[in-house]
């Protein structure tokens, strides 16, 4: 079964500091890996994903995040904080392709973050 | 562009209520998804469809039926509401050939008291 940790419900930076957001996931098979941002009161955004291609993978907004098998982990980070950037953001694991997929996507707890002026 | 397309947005129940949640979806795709968010607990599947008129429990179905008569529509109903299904809903669709992005709509908000 796949499932998916973010550490850290609520993370707090000052604007123009490092931005780092935590993902572990756990995978039987080779795992495709997304982050989406969630704005309030809106539906959720993909800002970068993970498909077996190049293991640092670049998204909008100034955001990236790095695949590292061996650590079962996909961390977001941008190196600037924006106060645009607060938002509540989620990692998300799905199968790879193959028959058979569903292609459902099974969500982290979510992360809060907060950009301080 | 319209997209994703869910509704109502809002809409609150009396314990023991039914109702329906619509979702459209304009791009053609074959798989929909329900997800229900709440505090703290990220988005978690309701039910699912990989076609038109198929339909399958995900990880909370319970209290939920769905129905996939149409490719482009997916509906969440809930026969008889409780306090416990008060969320956000989210659909989701995606097509069958690609990495698996999920394209979401804007939610519904159900309140039940």
């Known amino acids: 079964a796949q499932s998916v940790t973010q550490l850290g419900s609520h993370v707090s930076v000052s604007e123009g500091a490092l931005v780092l957001l935590r993902c572990n996931y756990s995978?039987?098979?080779?795992?495709?890996l997304f982050w989406y941002v969630q704005y309030p009161n809106q539906g959720l955004q993909l800002l970068l994903k993970?498909?077996?291609?190049?293991?640092l993978v670049k998204g909008i907004n100034g955001f990236e995040a790095e695949f590292k098998k061996s650590e079962t982990s996909f961390h977001l980070t941008k190196p600037s904080a924006h106060m645009s950037d607060a938002a509540e953001y989620f990692c998300?694991?799905?199968?790879?392709?193959?028959?058979?997929?569903?292609?459902?996507?099974?969500f982290g707890q979510g992360t809060t973050l907060q950009v301080k002026p | 562009n319209a997209g994703v397309t869910q509704t109502p947005k809002f809409r609150v129940l009396k314990t023991g209520q039914s109702m329906t949640l619509l979702c459209a979806q304009d791009?053609?795709?074959?798989?929909m998804y329900w997800y229900r968010q709440d505090p703290g607990m990220g988005l978690r599947l309701i039910h699912y469809?990989?076609?038109?008129?198929?339909?399958a429990k995900g990880e909370v179905p319970d209290g939920y039926n769905v129905s996939r008569l149409k490719k482009q529509n997916f509906l969440l109903g809930l026969e008889s509401a409780a306090p416990s299904q008060t969320s956000v809903y989210f659909c989701?669709?995606?097509?069958?050939?690609?990495?698996?992005?999920?394209?979401f709509g804007e939610g519904s908000r159900l309140t039940v008291l």
């Open positions: 993970y498909t077996s291609a190049a293991t």
């Open positions: 989701a669709s995606r097509f069958v050939r690609n990495t698996g992005e999920l394209f």
């Open positions: 998300a694991v799905s199968e790879s392709g193959g028959s058979g997929n569903t292609g459902k996507l099974i």
């Open positions: 995978s039987s098979v080779p795992p495709y």
């Open positions: 791009m053609n795709h074959e798989y």
């Open positions: 469809s990989v076609g038109e008129g198929t339909t």
